[in-house]
Every structure is written in structure tokens, then in C-alpha cells.
């Protein structure tokens, strides 16, 4: 037995080459897309997918070559999905604490270094600019109530009182928006 030559082994490349539809890459990236950005995953209702397809999908991508488009592809889509998670989640935070309800602080800095993360013009143009929007409407309607049900000099109480609230809710937020108070004020007129 030991005289017996003892074998071996190549793995050789296949013979022929695979040739892959030419839309291949954008048909999967679509069936990606929608998954995950469009009411699926990103809504967090992944009830009605195989999670083994689309990881077959993504894997296949990397495969032929097709990497990159899948990179950016779930590059754009996830920060799109994460930008407006993060804006409705801080308007409702808002909201809530407005309303006089207990928020997490610590969350909403994490949501707007979030914003920030994905660019000063995404949280100045898609939060800031929606979110001192709804502020003035919140307050304008605020107003109206405590002018019917106060004197002038409740009024102006209970004013600065919210003004003090905003201003120290918006500290943190000065040190990302050191104009924060200036855009804030066009909206108080």
C-alpha cells in the first residue's frame, strides 16, 4: 500500500462562461428596492418575504459582478429609509413632550446626530425647515387658546414660559445649528 502513488486533486474554472441577461442587475436591484424601502422592511412589515430570495438576490449581484450597484443601491435606499424614520420618530418625540408627556432625551440627541450624519442640508432642509413649520402652527393655535381664556398678563407668562421650554430643548441642538434661535425667532412672528 505504500507504493501506491497517491493522488491529486485540481479544482479547474468551468469551460464556459456564464452569460447573464444584461438587465439581470437591474431587475434584482428592484425586487431588492422594493423589499426593503418600499411598506416591507423599512416599515417594518416583512411578514410576506423570503429573507433567503433576497439573500440569494444580493448574493448573486455580488457574483456576477454587479457589487458596487448593490452597494450604492442599499447605500441610497437605507439612508433614505433611516432619514424618514428618524424625522417622524423626532416630530412625534415633540409632539408628545408639547402635549406634556415624559420623552427619552437621550433619544432625540441620538436622532438628530442621526440627521446630521446624513448631511447638515438633509437635517436643515428635510427636519429643521418642516419641523419650525409645525412649530409655529402648534403655537400660533397655542396662543389663540390662551388669548381666549387668559388676561395679558397670564398670556405673557405663560409665553416665556414656553419660550424658556424651547430654548432649553433646543440646547443641544445649538451646538449642531448655532443659528437654530435665529430661524427659530422668524417663525414666532
Known amino acids: 500500500m505504500s507504493n501506491q502513488k497517491k493522488r491529486i486533486f485540481q479544482i479547474e474554472a468551468f469551460k464556459n ?3 447573464v441577461d444584461p438587465s439581470y442587475s437591474e431587475k434584482t436591484w428592484n425586487i431588492l428596492d422594493h423589499a426593503i424601502h418600499q411598506n416591507q422592511i423599512c416599515n417594518q412589515n416583512a411578514s410576506g418575504l423570503s429573507f433567503e430570495e433576497l439573500y440569494r438576490n444580493a448574493y ?3 457574483f456576477h459582478k454587479f457589487g458596487e450597484k448593490l452597494y450604492s443601491g442599499l447605500f441610497t435606499t437605507m439612508t433614505a429609509c433611516l432619514q424618514e424614520t428618524s424625522i417622524s420618530l423626532e416630530a412625534a418625540q415633540v409632539h408628545r413632550e408639547r402635549t406634556g408627556e415624559a420623552i427619552d432625551r437621550g ?23 418642516p419641523f419650525l413649520e409645525v412649530s409655529a402652527e402648534f403655537y400660533k ?8 381664556c387668559c388676561d395679558c398678563g397670564d398670556y405673557l407668562k405663560r409665553a416665556e414660559i414656553r419660550i ?3 430654548r ?18 422668524k417663525y414666532a412672528s
Open 17 to 19: 462562461r456564464v452569460v
Open 164 to 166: 424658556n421650554e424651547e
Open 168 to 185: 432649553d430643548d433646543c440646547y443641544p441642538h445649538d451646538k449642531i445649528s448655532p443659528q437654530g434661535e435665529l430661524r427659530l425667532g
Open 60 to 62: 448573486n449581484m455580488v
Open 141 to 148: 393655535g397655542e396662543s389663540q387658546k390662551i388669548m381666549e
Open 107 to 129: 433619544l432625540m440627541r441620538n436622532i438628530v446626530k442621526m440627521l446630521m450624519d446624513l448631511g447638515f442640508s438633509v437635517y436643515l432642509e428635510e427636519f429643521e425647515k
